[in-house]
């Protein structure tokens, strides 16, 4: 593990370096916190996407289902007048009932998770601006933006939203790493056939596996409602792509079974330095996204030429 | 005067029949892959099923290991009516079966992957309540096996992947071997391999027979099958043709009942086994 997460490790530092040079601002106790409250969401959708892509699956609609699942909880705290806790478990659910769907797609009617989630990011995106008529949801209870609040931890701000996120990766790592049903997701994302044969029920690890990283994505909308203090229909596009750049950074094959969960969080932050960096450099968001576009096909690119030469 | 002659029974040890099957039949639509076949193992023996493709070796193998259902017929082992509903049933039951090319998962390591589907888990309140793996027995007792069986892996941590396919194949049949309580079943487990790597997965096999435990062994290269074989299973249009003693026929004459070429009435006594 400590190899596997090597390479980006060293990504993240070159890119920081880089960027150091580049903005006295960038190194900056102040800026450094603020990249890591801007890396929540993309970080909590990334470990669903990895949980997904360690089973050499892919899951396109992460970024919708996590502005679904904000939308329900914001309009249904201010529309219902339901309390925070009863509306955040809301929207949690429905970006469950979205994961579970996924799962359900792939392992009963076998389609592949490509095409399925394609589906189902579209339809998520599409109720989202049914329901909320495209309007961000305002006024919302104080409650449901406490994740993105903060306090002082040595003169710099910390948010709860980070705490949550570094709990919800060390949890998912033991899961994966120290129990038989985490080295299961690993055994169907190496070989079902295998898996199958020696007795693991894989059409249940799969479709725990996508049940599971709807909840994550659900959790990011706690954390998305929570940093920006509303319900965004908007919410969501630039994670999507960017949640599945932060896996690749981060070391995990897209054919299954390899890879680390603490390694997307290295990537997330990558992900994270690049936009802040350019940021302060002053380019373009359009530029940003030029540059996460040729970010996953290097890793993407470096996973397949290291694949070729592990064989 | 007439006194009867005591002719002395011939002294021929009664082999106990460990695994055994009668009449199985399997069809998938119009095609019938299994139309009564018959099958019987012995203890102590490697006995090599041979057939054409599309002779019913391997449904016959699956329906043996529990990974399909015959629509009828029955299996018995050790005597016991058994009915295996999946994998998991007759491995209960101490039937392991290693399948060609789909016994490991590459990336994970040698001890990962002898206890795939049968993780140990620590003991105590890791173990029982977050579930905890115990890496270090998994480790231990994979090592102890694998030493067991002079398969010359050491390292029980390296990843599958940088093993030579001999070596993984040997992960492989030692993983059904170092478990299995009764009967240990091999698919093609020489196939795709070298002549050196072939052998050493031969020496292998023949280790797991003298520690008593008999093996199944599917194979279509016949140099193998005669080297190692003590009968051969001959399945032929969805039947057993014949068992055969590799000792009294040649390879041709083997291949002449497989392919039918020798009708199963027309086969020597002597062949039989």
Known sequence: MRIAVLGPFLALIAACLFFATQSDRFLTGENLSLVLQQAVVVGIIAIGQTLVILTAGIDLSCGMVMALGGIIMSKFAVDFGLTAPIAMAAGISVAALFGLTNGLLVTTVKLPPFIVTLGTMNIAFAITQLYSHSQTVTDLPLWMTALGDTFSLAGTKVAWGTLLMLALYGLTWFVLSETAAGRHVYAVGNNPEAARLVGIPTRKVLLGVYALAGVFYGFASLLSVGRTGVGDPNAGQTENLDAITAVVLGGTSLFGGRGVVIGSLIGTLVVGVFRNGLTLMGVSSIYQVLVTGILVILAVTADQLSRKGAR | MNVPTVHPVPDVPAVPVVLQAKNLVKRYGHVTALDGMDFELRADEVLAVIGDNGAGKSTLIKALSGAIVPDAGEIRLDGRLVRFGSPIEARLAGVECCYQDLAVAPAMTVAENLFLGRELRRAGFLGRCLRMLDR???????????????????????????????????VAVARAAAFARHVVILDEPTAALGVKEGNMVLELIRRVRDKGLPVV????NMPHVFEIADRIHVARLGRRAAVLNPKKLSMSDAVAVMTGATAPENIPAEWQA
């Open chain 2, 217 to 220: 062994l599917i194979s279509h």
């Open chain 2, 136 to 170: 270090q027995k998994m480790i231990d007792v994979a090592g102890a096996r694998m030493a067991d069986l002079q398969v010359g892996i050491h390292s029980m941590t390296q990843t599958v992947e940088t093993l030579s396919g001999g070596q993984r194949q040997c």
